[in-house]
C-alpha cells in the first residue's frame, strides 16, 4: 500500500487541470510570440490564465508575472527591490524558505544589505512588537516573511505586518507559497507589494509559477530577451504550465471551504490518534497542533529517536512518504533549520506529514498503526541488544 503524506513538497495534478493542459501539448502548440492564428490562439490562453490570477488574488492583470516557481519568484522580489530601490537593510526570519535566506545571504556577504532577524517565540510566531522596533531603527527596509511556514504550518498575520510596512514605508516582500489556494487573499484590501506562488503546491504543475508585483514598483528583469512577460521575464513562456496553474488555482478557490474542512478533520483525527499511542515523548513543533494558527494540511512532529535507523526511512519502507527534518545525533549532521532555530536542542526525529485533498482517514489510521509496529519492533530490538551486551559483560 502506497500513501502519498508529503503535499507540503508537492502535490497530485488534478484530473481537471490534466484534462485542461492536454490541448496545449497537442493542437494548440503556435509559440505565443508568433502573429498568426497558432500564436494568437495560445497567446489569448495566457491572457485568460493571468486574468483568471488576478481575479481571484484581487489583482491587476498587469501585476501578474508568470514565472517558473516560487525559487524564481522571491530571488527576483529580493533582487528586484534591493537594486531598485538600494535597499541597505532587510528584516527577515530564521524560519524563511532557504530560496529567502540563502538569497539575502548573497547580498550581505557582498555587503549590500545588512539583515536583521525578527524575533520568535517558543513556537515559532513573528513577534510583532519587535517587527516595529526593528522598523523604526532602520528606514529604507525591506521585510521578507512568509504567510504560512513550509515545515511548522504557522500562519503569519501578513495584514498586520503589511499595516506596519505602510506605516513606516517599507517595502514587503511575503512568500505565500504554501498558502496560494488555500488561504483567501485580496491585494486590493492589504498592503503588500510582492507575492509569490507555485502551482505545484495546489494540484498543478511543476515548474510554473507567479509573482504579484504590486503596480506602484517597477523592478529590472534578470533573465532578459524577447520582452515577454510586459518585458519583465524574457523567454518563450511555460503555456502548458501557466494554462496548469489556473485551472489548478480556479479549482482550488471553487473548492476551498470542503477541501479546508476535509484537512482540518483529516488534522485533529491524526493529531488525537498520536495522542493515544503509549509510545511516550510525542510532541508538537510550532503551532502545528492547532487548525487556527496553522495550515489544515501540515502536522510537524517531534518522536522519540529509534534506536537504530530512522522513522522516515522506516515508514517509506512500508510505502509511507513523509518529510523528515531530523535531529537525533544517531542521524548525522543537517536537520531542519527552522526547528533549529525554535528549539535549542531538539534531541528528537522531526517528521512532517503534510495532506491534500486525495488522503483519507483511513491512509492515516494506517499510518499511525505502522508507528506503533516501528517503535514496538524497535523496543524489541533494543531490548535484544541490551540483553546480548550483558551477557557479553558477563
Not at 535566506?101 to 517565540?121: M, R, W
Amino acid at each position: 500500500m502506497e500513501i502519498y503524506c508529503d503535499n507540503a513538497a508537492t502535490t497530485a495534478v488534478d484530473p481537471e487541470v490534466v484534462k485542461a493542459i492536454l490541448p496545449y501539448l497537442t493542437s494548440n502548440y503556435g509559440n505565443p510570440s508568433s502573429s498568426h492564428w497558432a500564436g494568437r490562439k495560445v497567446k489569448e490562453a495566457i491572457a485568460s490564465s493571468r486574468q483568471t490570477i488576478a481575479g481571484l488574488l484581487g489583482a491587476d492583470t498587469n501585476e501578474i508575472f508568470f514565472v517558473s516557481g516560487a525559487t524564481e519568484a522571491n530571488n527576483l522580489a529580493l533582487s528586484g527591490a534591493i537594486n531598485a530601490y538600494e535597499i541597505s537593510h532587510v528584516i527577515t526570519s530564521k524560519i524563511e524558505h532557504k530560496a529567502v535566506l540563502q538569497t539575502l545571504a548573497v547580498y550581505e556577504k557582498a555587503g549590500d544589505i545588512e539583515i536583521s532577524f525578527v524575533k520568535l517565540d517558543d513556537f515559532g510566531n513573528v513577534d510583532l512588537k519587535h517587527l516595529e522596533n526593528l522598523l523604526k531603527a532602520n528606514p529604507q527596509t525591506l521585510i521578507s516573511l512568509m504567510h504560512g511556514n513550509n515545515e511548522i504550518g504557522n500562519i503569519t498575520d501578513i495584514a498586520a505586518i503589511g499595516v506596519l510596512a505602510k506605516q513606516y514605508n517599507a517595502i514587503f516582500h511575503t512568500d505565500t507559497t504554501q498558502t496560494i489556494g488555500k488561504l483567501p487573499f485580496n491585494l486590493k484590501e492589504i498592503n503588500i507589494d510582492f507575492l509569490v506562488g507555485s502551482a505545484h503546491k495546489f494540484h498543478g504543475p511543476k515548474g510554473a509559477g507567479f509573482i504579484y508585483i504590486n503596480k506602484k514598483h517597477k523592478i529590472k528583469p534578470y533573465i532578459i530577451g524577447g520582452g515577454q512577460e510586459n518585458g519583465q521575464r524574457g523567454g518563450t513562456e511555460n503555456v502548458i504550465g501557466i494554462v496548469g496553474l489556473a485551472k489548478a488555482l480556479e479549482l482550488s478557490y471553487r473548492s476551498k471551504e470542503v477541501v479546508q474542512t476535509h484537512l482540518a478533520k483529516l488534522k485533529k483525527h491524526f493529531i488525537s490518534s498520536l495522542d493515544d499511542l503509549t509510545i511516550g515523548g510525542i510532541t508538537f513543533n510550532g503551532e502545528s497542533r492547532s487548525v487556527h494558527k496553522s495550515l489544515n494540511n501540515i502536522v510537524s512532529v517531534a518522536f522519540p529517536c529509534l534506536s537504530s535507523g530512522n522513522l522516515v526511512s522506516k515508514l517509506d519502507n512500508l510505502g509511507i512518504a513523509v518529510s523528515g527534518g531530523s535531529a537525533c545525533s544517531n542521524l548525522g549532521s543537517g536537520g531542519s533549520h527552522v526547528i533549529s532555530a525554535i528549539y535549542k536542542n531538539p534531541d528528537k526525529e522531526i517528521v512532517r506529514f503534510s495532506f491534500s485533498k486525495f488522503n483519507t482517514i483511513e491512509e492515516l489510521d494506517f499510518i499511525v498503526k505502522a508507528i506503533i509496529s516501528i517503535y514496538q519492533k524497535d523496543r524489541i530490538e533494543e531490548a535484544k541488544d541490551y540483553v546480548q551486551t550483558f551477557n557479553l559483560a558477563s
